[in-house]
């Protein structure tokens, strides 16, 4: 075996961490399909001399490429920060969902889109600091050269990220099969025109976002009853709501005109959705590559 194919092997057992890693980063899949790219050219163009720690080399290599893609990011134009929602991870029923199985096992441990969407909001060196150490427990003397700061400041960048995200996803009291059964609750309801029984499973301060693509505001709703409102209006143009995990937690797909329209996923807390994050952007959707249930 020749060293390029020795690194190739190396690199395709660290590919998966390495895309949870970036996907984390840049709450985005094809963005953290190209930094995984950029991080592999970067290990054949460096080569394994002096790399002790391949594992440790790769994840601060994918950390620094991604920070360079969040920092030359185009505005988004008119969409607000808080409403533009991440690239979901989608699981369903018959094999239904973006990218293989065990793809979708690892990112989904990511982060629940809820936090994803949450870090859209924060600068690229606070995300950067917040995720590495956060999410992955690297020590901060590891992350501190990577946004060029001093270990100090390097806390400061990830208690920023941390108290701006910090809400987003209230912990909960149920399992995952409690919470879909609200979930499935909320979905009947929705489908039934049942404003009662969405107030019975929606918390009175429950927030929705919605990103709906470029070029569009976004939608942001809040209270119970405002959101009962617009979820009956949105059954009543779909053809049904089906219940699928998004990002590891409950979520569903709405379905009109044969093709998936939306994807939503819900925060659950005290036995009630506390906040809802929809992708309803045609496009990205498309993307995503998702059929009708």
């Not at 912990?171 to 059964?181: F, V």
């Not at 009947?188 to 505001?217: E, W």
């Not at 995990?245 to 659950?268: K, Q």
Request: proline residues 8%.
């Amino acid at each position: 075996m020749n060293e390029r194919e020795f690194l190739a092997e190396r690199f395709e057992e660290h590919r998966p961490r390495l895309r949870a890693v970036a996907y984390r980063m840049l709450g985005s899949l094809s963005e953290a399909d190209d930094a995984v790219r950029e991080t592999w050219l970067k290990l054949g163009r460096t080569g394994r001399d002096g790399v002790d720690d391949l594992g440790g080399w790769l994840t601060t290599v994918v950390g620094r490429v991604c920070l360079s893609m969040l920092r030359s990011r185009p505005r988004r134009g008119e969409q607000p920060p808080d409403v533009h929602v991440p690239d979901p991870v989608v699981d369903g029923p018959d094999g239904m969902g973006t990218g293989y199985p065990e793809e979708r096992a690892r990112l989904a441990e990511s982060a629940s889109l809820a936090l994803l969407a949450a870090l859209e909001t924060v600068s690229p060196a606070e995300r950067l600091a917040f995720v590495l150490h956060d999410l992955l427990s690297l020590p901060f003397e590891d992350i501190a050269p990577l946004v060029g700061r001093g270990v100090p400041a390097t806390r400061q960048l990830a208690s920023r990220a941390r108290r701006r995200v910090r809400g987003a996803e209230p912990p909960t009291d149920a399992d995952l099969p409690t919470r879909c059964r609200v979930v499935d609750a909320f979905l009947t309801a929705a489908a039934g025109g049942d404003i009662a029984g969405l107030l019975t499973v929606l918390a009175p301060h429950v927030v929705l976002r919605s990103d709906d693509g470029p070029g569009r505001p976004g939608t942001v709703l809040r209270g119970a009853r405002v959101v009962a409102g617009g979820a009956v209006a949105y059954a009543r143009m779909t053809s049904g709501n089906h219940p699928l995990l998004v990002n590891g937690g409950p979520g569903a797909i709405g379905v009109a005109g044969g093709r998936v329209t939306s994807v939503a996923s819900f925060t659950v807390a005290g036995g009630r959705i506390v906040a809802m994050t929809v992708l309803a952007d045609p496009e990205r959707i498309e993307a995503l590559g998702l059929r009708p249930v």
